[in-house]
């Protein structure tokens, strides 16, 4: 599965050709709808059309899944329904996308326009927001608090905050429906291991854009739909990013679920599949 990051690299690959008949020989190819969005948000068209011909060459070995947020918010509807919960049975193929994707001729300049501004209105509204938040949480530990050293142990200081907000995005994923209990909560957490992601996700923003420490090496500060991919993770075995930040996030969030997808760097991609 590739992030868009991971598109772009291997379309700038002087190698491309090549590497993409590799993947196809070698990998069955999983494209992520919300990584299909950013690409028909981009604004340069021969750009655009670049990245869909790749792409239309990876889905001839592979499919396309939903975004991520109707997968979640699918999810949550099979589990609130009350009966046996398997996440495996729902099926995250999107023919609409991989339509999309090869016939071009509904992305429209102003559709590229209206996406490319809400994915920057989303992004700037998260980071406003968790901005906002920094001050107060350095008087917090300016008077005395332990900061947490790393994210799993941000994660077992803060279950409460963990708690809330699996309920809030079960909550807002129902449409504005009732909670479970805490008990059926737990329950669908732990046996829905893309809702664990995107709480996670969650946990990831305030971590690092609110809690960790600036001036350290590293960075936990991706952005907002870079974190969110982590929500795909459990639908692939490997995740390829050329952003080293994400890569950071997803890693750690995947260790936390006890996901085993293996989130990998573009260029350590690229060498393993040259040396298949």
Avoid at 160 to 167: H, P
Avoid at 260 to 271: C, K, M, P, Q
Wanted: proline share 4%; charged share 25%.
């Amino acid at each position: 599965m590739f992030d868009t990051s991971g598109l772009n690299a291997l379309l700038d690959d002087p190698d491309s050709n090549a590497l993409v008949d590799g993947i196809k020989t070698g990998y069955r190819v999983r494209l992520c709808g919300s990584s299909v969005d950013e690409v028909f948000a981009t604004s340069d068209p021969a750009r655009r059309n670049a990245l869909l011909d790749l792409c239309c060459k990876l889905l001839a070995a592979g499919d396309c899944t939903w975004p991520f947020y109707w997968i979640v918010e699918r999810q949550v509807a099979s589990f609130a329904r009350g009966r046996e919960f398997d996440w495996k049975n729902l099926n995250v193929k999107s023919a609409g996308y991989q339509e999309l994707i090869s016939r071009r001729e509904t992305i429209t300049e102003e559709l590229v326009e209206r996406q490319k501004v809400a994915l920057f209105e989303a992004k700037k509204q998260l980071a406003t927001l968790l901005d906002s938040e920094r001050p107060a949480i350095e008087v917090f530990f300016a008077g005395g608090a332990k900061r947490p050293q790393d994210f799993h142990q941000f994660l077992g200081m803060a279950q409460d905050s963990f708690w809330n907000f699996a309920r809030a995005e079960y909550r807002y994923n129902r449409g504005g429906g009732q909670a479970p209990d805490d008990e059926a909560l737990r329950r669908f957490v732990k046996a829905c291991p893309p809702f664990q992601a995107m709480v996670l996700a969650s946990m990831m923003f305030l971590y690092g854009r609110c809690v960790r420490e600036e001036n350290v090496p590293g960075s936990h500060r991706a952005d907002r739909l870079d974190v969110l991919m982590a929500i795909y993770l459990p639908y692939c075995d490997v995740f390829v990013t050329n952003d080293p930040k994400q890569g950071t996030c997803l890693r750690e969030i995947a260790s936390e679920a006890d996901i085993d997808a293996l989130v990998l760097a573009y260029e350590r991609f690229r060498t393993s599949l040259v040396a298949l």
